[in-house]
């Protein structure tokens, strides 16, 4: 069977493909595992972890929440890009909107954590930390393989309580140390700096095999170029030497591109040859 779900320019990462079908995008995931569906409830996730939070028509107000603050607002459930129509609002102009809710605005590290998962037991982890710099909210640049122990203390206890009976990848989201998101999939866009025995480890535990955690992973960053990026292919050549991987995307609303790389200083000099602009 293959992964369900790999674009086809990222299908080249996807090896082997499993006996077992194996989702990398939400919906599939959600498809493919009913007993754990739950967890793409936002509203719910957001309650367990003692956030403060409720659906669009109870008012933030009523809840203590000062009426000049500030509150996420996001769909309840979104398998169709989990981030999509989520923005801020003042606690006294939340919007009467159907199947979104609103939370407490979280502050902090916003961390991103794939973790195998072995008949609901968290058995390896890979953690990427957000840039402080950040384009609407979104980071402009994560760096894979940070060093996140607090965030894994917390994802083991959850998975622990979420995930009975689960085997395969999860990802958590947080913010200062408290969940934004969950899915029943990696972070895929992350994959390419996990090292070559991830992958291979990820199909035997799914498919019952005999398996052994894979080692640490090597790490990098992955920078985001939101809005106007110049793409000719001399550019593309530049980076290519430089070590540096240019995907052009045309999927994610504002996103040029993604660059991928190993050194933290060749993928700032391609964002600024392509951008004209510096990262910090």
Request: glycine fraction near 10%.
């Amino acid at each position: 069977m293959p992964f369900i779900g790999v674009l086809p320019e990222r299908k080249h990462l996807f090896k082997p493909e499993p006996r077992t079908e194996l989702p990398v995008s939400d919906a599939a995931a959600w498809r493919l595992n009913p007993a754990h569906r739950h967890i793409y409830d936002k509203l719910r996730l957001a309650l367990d972890a003692g956030v403060t939070a409720a659906p669009c028509g109870v008012a933030p107000i009523d809840l203590g929440i000062a009426e000049d603050a500030e509150v996420f607002l996001k769909p309840i459930t979104n398998l169709a890009g989990m981030g999509l129509s989520a923005r801020t609002v003042r606690a006294d102009q939340v919007p009467m909107e159907p199947g979104s809710y609103w939370s407490e605005r979280l502050s902090g590290t916003h961390s991103s954590s794939d973790c195998l998962v072995q008949d609901g037991e968290p058995r390896w982890f890979a953690h990427t930390r957000g840039s402080d710099q950040k384009d609407a909210s979104r980071p402009l640049y994560w760096e894979i393989g940070a060093d996140l122990p607090g965030a894994e203390a917390w994802i083991s206890d959850w998975v622990r309580r979420n995930l009975s009976g689960y085997t395969g990848i999860c990802n958590i989201e947080l913010i200062g140390g408290k969940p934004i998101e969950a899915h029943l999939r990696g972070s895929n866009g992350f994959f390419d700096l996990y090292g070559p025995d991830f992958i291979p480890a990820w199909v035997a535990l799914v498919d019952g095999e005999a398996f052994s955690p894979p080692p640490s992973i090597p790490g990098g960053y992955v920078i985001s170029v939101f809005g106007e990026a110049d793409l000719r292919d001399e550019n593309l050549q530049a980076a290519e030497e430089a070590g540096v991987k240019v995907q052009p995307d045309p999927s994610t609303p504002g996103r040029a591109a993604i660059l991928r790389c190993r050194e933290r200083e060749a993928g700032f000099e391609v964002y600024r040859m392509l951008t004209g602009q510096r990262l910090d």
